[in-house]
């Protein structure tokens, strides 16, 4: 009997009708939906910002690793180069040479027409001598007047080669700037890698050693470094 007394008890209040129940349900079905779409909205705001992001670090990394004045690989970004070479020359036994490339008289460029038209006749050496790069060479600005050439798989015999025609290259140019029409030459110091007995330093080193055999010489030249 008492089973049956509260089996006809209602303890939570009035049952909900079924319509009450289908209200609640649309409402929070567009709720949901209202939020899932909002949810889309700021997926692909991220998606956007992200992918700008990407484009703006792209961007500063490209700036952090190009000289601003030539518009060449700056110091740090051919260096890098080097080394990967020489670790890529270490691990696969194959040929490494560098080439150090220096304007010769610079300071006389800039000494008696000024440094703006110094800095004019740097973008178009620069521009000149990465015309006569092939791939998968690479030439950076080292340092003032000075460039660093990478050739990877390339022997001293194709590295004086190179070497050779840039020095004509240079030669044969003319610079215009401000006005005025400059010649200039050239004075390289050429080395190759000694696998298994150097380091990138001193195979640099090797380089700048010719380079300033070079200048020595009289410039307007190319010299092979020292075994």
């Excluded at 020489?86 to 008696?112: A, E, G």
Aim: charged residues 30%; aromatic residues 6%.
């Amino acid at each position: 009997m008492y089973r049956s007394i509260c089996s006809n008890v209602n303890l939570g209040g009035a049952v909900p009708a079924d319509n009450d129940l289908s209200e609640r349900y649309q409402k929070l079905l567009e709720e949901f939906q209202t939020t899932e779409a909002e949810l889309q909205k700021v997926k692909r705001a991220l998606e956007i910002k992200e992918i700008e992001l990407k484009a703006v670090l792209a961007q500063a990394h490209e700036v952090s690793n190009t000289d601003a004045l030539t518009f060449l690989p700056n110091r740090r970004k051919i260096i890098v180069d080097l080394q990967e070479e020489v670790i890529r020359s270490n691990r696969y036994n194959t040929p490494l040479s560098i080439s150090i490339l220096d304007i010769d008289h610079f300071k006389k460029v800039n000494d008696t027409y000024g440094h703006t038209t110094g800095d004019e006749t740097l973008r178009n050496v620069a521009a000149r001598l990465r015309e006569q790069i092939r791939h998968p060479d690479t030439i950076g600005r080292y340092g003032g007047e000075e460039f660093l050439i990478v050739l990877p798989n390339s022997e001293l015999k194709a590295a004086s080669e190179q070497a050779s025609r840039l020095c004509q290259r240079v030669r044969a140019m003319q610079v215009e700037a401000n006005e005025h029409v400059l010649s200039v030459t050239v004075s390289i110091g050429v080395a190759q890698y000694r696998i298994g007995e150097e380091n990138w330093d001193q195979l640099l080193n090797r380089a700048d050693a010719a380079l300033y055999r070079a200048k020595n010489n009289g410039r307007d030249r190319w010299v092979v470094a020292e075994d």
